[in-house]
C-alpha cells in the first residue's frame, strides 16, 4: 500500500474514534483538507461518515461491549479481504506465524490453502508431509477441522488450528470432486521440514527432478541437484523431467533464478501494476546449466504462482515441453509491509506476465500435451513368463555383454521400474524424452 493510501486508512481511523469522542467529522475533514493534499480532497467523505455513524451505533447499541481495537481490526480485515482472496490484515501474533511458515521448518500438516466458496481449499500437499501421507489432494475442499465447520471462517483462523504441537492429532472432514459422501482424514502433526529439490536417475541417461516449493536458495539446490545427476550417470544427460506438480509456489525471484538456469537469454517474468514501481522485469544470463537437453515439465491444478511463472518461461522460450494438466492460475504478485503495531498487511501490488505478454491469473498454463491423470497397470502373464533366448539351455554368449549390474543396480533399476508404473505421467513425460533423443540423435548424423 502506497503511503497516500496509507494516510486515508489512517484518517478513516480517526474519524472514527472522533465519533465516539463527540467531535465534528466535518470540521475534522475540513482542518484536513486545508492542507491541500491531493488524496485528502478526493476522500469518499459520505462513506467515511457512514464508517463513523455505524462505529458509533456498534459501541452504543450492539448487545455486548466491544473493544474499539477489535473493531477497527476487523473493518481493516474486511477492507483487505474485499479486494482479492490473498489480500489480508496480519495482526502481531499472525505476522509472527506467517514468518515462522517461510523459514523452511514450522509445525503443522504440511499443505497449502486458500479460499473458496466459503471453505477452505487445498491448493496442494507438501512433499513427505502428514497430509502428503495420509493422502490429502490439490483442490479437496475442507469443511471441518475436528468437529467445528470452517463455513465462513477466517484462513488466518484455520491455519491456527490445523497447526499445533508435533506429534498432536487433528481430523479433516474434506469434500472430493468425484466423491458422495466427506472423507475424514485423522492427521498427527509434525514439524514441518521443507526440502524444496530432490532428484534421481529413472533410467540411464535421464534425469528426474522434482521442486516441491520456491525458496530463496532452490535455484542453487536445483544446480546441485542436475550436477549429481550428470556424476551418477557418468555421461551428459539425454533428457530430464522437471516435476512441479502440486507445487504452490514461493518467492518470485527464486522462480526467475529457475528458469535462467535454462534459458540463454530474453525477459523470464515481469509484472505490472498501477504505480511505476510495481513494473519489474526479470531477464536471463547466458548460459544453460544441461546445454540443450531435451526437458518435459510436468503441472496439474496444484502447480501454482512460481511454478506457473516457470513453466510460462520454458513455454514461451520453446526450451521445453509441458505436460499434465492445466495449472491453478495465481498470476498475482502480493506485497507484505510491516506496520507500526508489529503487524502487516499483504496485498496484491501486480500482476506477472509471461515473456510473452501472457497473464495468468485466473487462467492457468495449459499443457503442450494435456494428460489424463491415470495409472499404468501391468497385464502381466498369468505367472508364465515368455521364454527367450538367453533362456535356452546352452546357448551363446553375446560378445557385448561384457558388463555385469551389481545388485544395487538392479534394485535401484527395480524401484525406478515401480514408480514409472505408478506414475503414468512421468512414464509418459520420459516416453516423450526417449523419443526427442532420438530425433535430436538421428537429425546430427
Request: no cysteine.
Amino acid at each position: 500500500m502506497d503511503q497516500n493510501r496509507l494516510k486515508v486508512v489512517a484518517l478513516a481511523v480517526l474519524l472514527g474514534f472522533s465519533a465516539v469522542s463527540g467531535f465534528n467529522i466535518s470540521y475534522a475533514a475540513t482542518v484536513e483538507s486545508n492542507k491541500e493534499s491531493p488524496v485528502q480532497k478526493n476522500l469518499p467523505l459520505e462513506q467515511l461518515r457512514n464508517f463513523s455513524d455505524i462505529f458509533a451505533r456498534i459501541k452504543t447499541d450492539y448487545v455486548e461491549q466491544v473493544e474499539d481495537k477489535e473493531l477497527l481490526e476487523n473493518a481493516i480485515r474486511g477492507m483487505l479481504s474485499g479486494l482479492d482472496p490473498h489480500s489480508t490484515y496480519l495482526d502481531p501474533e499472525e505476522y509472527k506465524e506467517l514468518k515462522i511458515g517461510t523459514t523452511g521448518q514450522f509445525g503443522g500438516l504440511g499443505i497449502q490453502v486458500g479460499t473458496e466458496d466459503g471453505f477452505v481449499k487445498v491448493i496442494s500437499p507438501i512433499d513427505d508431509t502428514p497430509a502428503f501421507k495420509a493422502g490429502i489432494k490439490a483442490g479437496d475442499l475442507i469443511i471441518r477441522l475436528n468437529d467445528k465447520s470452517v463455513k465462513d471462517m477466517s484462513l488466518n483462523d484455520a491455519v491456527k488450528l490445523m497447526r499445533g504441537k508435533p506429534g498432536s492429532s487433528i481430523e479433516l472432514s474434506v469434500l472430493r470432486e468425484g466423491k458422495d459422501e466427506p472423507i475424514k482424514f485423522k492427521i498427527k502433526r509434525a514439524v514441518i521440514k521443507v526440502k524444496s529439490v530432490k532428484s534421481h536417475i529413472l533410467e540411464p541417461g535421464f534425469g528426474y527432478v522434482r521442486i516441491s516449493t520456491f525458496q530463496s536458495k532452490t535455484a542453487q539446490h536445483l544446480k546441485d541437484a542436475i550436477k549429481r545427476l550428470v556424476k551418477n550417470n557418468k555421461a551428459p544427460l539425454n533428457g530430464l523431467i522437471v516435476d512441479l506438480r502440486n507445487n504452490p509456489g514461493g518467492v518470485l525471484n527464486a522462480a526467475a533464478d529457475v528458469s535462467d538456469l535454462f534459458i540463454e537469454k530474453g525477459k523470464l517474468v515481469y509484472t505490472k501494476g498501477r504505480t511505476e514501481d510495481s513494473y519489474f522485469e526479470f531477464t536471463a544470463r547466458s548460459g544453460d546449466v544441461i546445454k540443450n537437453t531435451p526437458i518435459v515439465v510436468l503441472i496439474n491444478g496444484g502447480s501454482a504462482s512460481a511454478s506457473e511463472i516457470v513453466a510460462g518461461a520454458l513455454q514461451d522460450h520453446k526450451r521445453a515441453v509441458i505436460m499434465g494438466e492445466k495449472s491453478f492460475g495465481k498470476g498475482s504478485v502480493q506485497t507484505i509491509q510491516e506496520l507500526r503495531n508489529g503487524g502487516a498487511v499483504k496485498f496484491t501490488t501486480a500482476r506477472y506476465f509471461t515473456p510473452n505478454g501472457r497473464s495468468i491469473q485466473a487462467e492457468g498454463i495449459v499443457p503442450d500435451i494435456i494428460l489424463d491423470n491415470l495409472q499404468v497397470i501391468s497385464t502381466g502373464h498369468n505367472g508364465v513368463k515368455p521364454i527367450k533366448e538367453s533362456d535356452l539351455s546352452g546357448h551363446i554368449s553375446n560378445p557385448d555383454d561384457k558388463k555385469k549390474r551389481s545388485i544395487k543396480d538392479k534394485k535401484n533399476e527395480d524401484q525406478m521400474a515401480e514408480k514409472l508404473q505408478k506414475d503414468y505421467k512421468i512414464h509418459e513425460a520420459l516416453n516423450l524424452l526417449k523419443g526427442l533423443h532420438i530425433l535430436s540423435t538421428n537429425n546430427k548424423k
